[in-house]
């Protein structure tokens, strides 16, 4: 699916729609140039959003970039753990939601309803009908 031979698609996507995406990259360019922020920090930004999202294209030009930004290694290299801190987190914070029905005492009722209890919970939609219980 990754291949940097499509982003020659690109100008073929500027043609059918161009001015969405004459739109698209007057954007881009004003949210990723200096301001407020300068570009160094914008593109480690970028970097870690692109790791999160996953995006190799992304990550691919905004590394670039960043490195002609004057980003180290180092840098990189944090802006990275950052990225990875945040996707982990977010794991750790939805777990939170999967034990809802554990915490709250209605691990029975859930059952009662015909699903295996708390471990199905969160992803069954048992929680969308339990404030119908009573």
Not at 8 to 31: I, N, T, Y
Not at 64 to 91: D, I, Y
Not at 100 to 125: H, M, P, Q, T, Y
């Amino acid at each position: 699916m990754y291949n940097k031979t499509n982003l020659g698609r690109l100008k073929k996507m500027d043609s059918l729609a161009p001015e969405v995406m004459k739109a698209f990259w007057a954007f881009d360019k004003a949210a990723v140039g200096d301001g407020a922020i300068p570009v160094k920090y914008k593109e480690l930004i970028a970097v870690a959003v692109a790791l999160t999202t996953q995006c190799p294209y992304c990550i691919d030009m905004h590394a670039g970039n960043a490195r002609k930004a004057g980003v180290s290694n180092a840098e990189l290299v944090e802006a990275a753990m950052v990225a990875a801190a945040l996707r982990a987190g977010a794991a750790v914070a939805y777990a939170t939601h999967a034990l809802s029905d554990c915490i709250s005492g209605l691990d029975a009722r859930v059952k009662s309803l015909g699903f295996e209890g708390c471990a199905v919970g969160a992803s069954s939609g048992v929680n969308d009908n339990l404030g119908r219980l009573g």
